[in-house]
């Protein structure tokens, strides 16, 4: 059995494992930038409203954002067994193509630590894309515009 670091053996049947937070390594702390990126597809012409900043429910990209900052100082909250670590900096890009029907987000999370973002930048842009299409979601499922 490959070896991972969150399983302890926790009796004599080596099959019995638990769950336990690994011990951050014991090395210098660095600087690390993790940055990612995805892009949300829409069916209905109500990315114009996205863009222009028409929608119904107001500004749509300023509260993805917001959200999406929020959700990478939260994910050690929505992670099991993620450390909850210093965050440097956090930037979040949306690009709206209204031809292409779809919203591009860009997040880029900084730390100086012991560990790398990348579960920080994961959940930052997912979080912004869903707050997204749950701002949306009316328009995409109801209607064509």
């Known amino acids: 059995m490959e070896h991972f670091g969150h399983l302890k053996n926790g009796s004599t049947n080596k099959n019995d494992f638990f769950l336990i937070l690994i011990k951050v390594k014991q090395t210098p702390s660095q600087h690390t930038d993790s940055p990612i990126s995805d892009f949300l597809n829409f069916i209905s012409d109500s990315i114009k409203k996205i863009k222009d900043g028409s929608h119904k429910k107001g500004d749509v990209l300023g509260v993805a954002r917001i959200a999406a900052i929020t959700a990478s100082k939260k994910t050690s909250d929505l992670i099991p067994l993620c450390h909850n670590i210093n965050l440097a900096s956090v930037s979040v890009i949306f690009k709206v193509n209204a031809s292409k ?35 949306c979601k009316s328009c995409l499922l109801y209607t064509s515009d």
Not at 107 to 130: D, H
Request: hydrophobic letters at 35%; proline letters at 0%.
């Open 101 to 135: 029907k779809y919203v591009y987000c860009e997040a880029n999370v900084s730390t100086s630590g012991k560990t790398g973002v990348e579960m920080e930048a994961l959940t930052t842009v997912q979080v912004g894309l869903l707050t997204i299409y749950d701002m």
